[in-house]
């Protein structure tokens, strides 16, 4: 399963990442205030479906192999308005696609609608959700601002990825709505793949089912 994390710069990309997966990669710039991520942070984490929960690098000893097991990859970007065409390239082919947004800063909600519709003119239509980030900080806005200025009217979640407040929850939803969405597609690949009138495959699905 591959995931890929958009949204404007500083929002709380790399830090949701991290609090992910504590391995990740992580590609900063760092020197005073002048920080920023040039390249992209990467992490990887195993997901348990049967048992839904997530097992990190030191825990893949804990892990049933008898158990629906994926592994889940999640790709950052950076945020920058000039990385567009990076972004392009990092969101083609994922699975899954999460949007970070400063909810404190609500200028950057131009920045994060721009990122919104390259998400989804990228990744295609594959599930997207929103964290509306920095839930800590008193002047955030609520998920529900967030989503009318996006003028959006389902999947933004309130998190903190600096506190890990609703962090791991909302991701262990989105990894079932994923998880549902592939299925859905490699079943319809099949039916193309086998060249022959859905029909048939239908009666072939209703005689089998009967056996
Ligand atoms: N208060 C608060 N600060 C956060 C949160 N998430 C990230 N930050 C801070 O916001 C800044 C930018 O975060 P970073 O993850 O580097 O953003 P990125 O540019 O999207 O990768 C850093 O100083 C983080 O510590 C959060 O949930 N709450
Ligand atoms: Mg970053």
Redesign the pocket.
């Known amino acids: 399963m591959k995931l890929v994390?958009m949204?404007?710069?500083?929002?709380?990309?790399?830090?949701?990442?991290?609090r992910l997966d504590p391995w990740a990669v992580k590609m900063?710039y760092s020197k005073g205030t002048f920080?920023?991520?040039v390249g992209f942070?990467y992490g990887i984490v195993l997901w348990d479906a049967t048992e839904n929960r997530i097992y990190r690098k030191n825990q893949i000893d804990l892990v049933d192999p008898s158990n629906e097991i994926w592994k889940v990859t999640i790709t950052?970007t950076?945020?920058q308005v000039s990385f567009a065409p990076v972004r392009k390239v990092l969101a083609k082919g994922k699975d899954g696609v999460i949007l970070?947004i400063?909810s404190?800063r609500p200028v950057q909600m131009v920045y994060a609608l721009s990122q919104y519709r390259e998400a989804r003119d990228a990744a295609g239509p594959v599930p997207l959700i929103i964290f509306a980030?920095?839930?800590?900080?008193p002047q955030?806005k609520s998920a529900e601002t967030i989503a009318s200025l996006l003028g959006i009217r389902s999947n933004v979640v309130p998190?903190?990825?600096?506190?890990g407040?609703n962090v791991e929850e909302s991701f262990l939803q989105f990894l079932k709505e994923v998880r549902r969405s592939i299925l859905a597609r490699s079943i319809s690949e099949r039916l193309v793949e086998r060249k022959e009138p859905r029909w048939i495959s239908w009666v072939r699905r209703k005689l089998t089912s009967s056996v």
């Not at 949204?7 to 991290?18: C, D, E, N, R, V």
């Not at 980030?133 to 900080?137: T, Y």
């Not at 998190?159 to 506190?163: H, N, P, V, Y």
């Open positions: 994390v949204g404007p710069h500083q929002a709380g990309k790399s830090t949701l990442i991290h900063d920080s920023t991520t942070d950052g950076p945020g970070v400063d404190a980030n920095k839930q800590d900080l955030a998190i903190s990825a600096l506190k407040t």
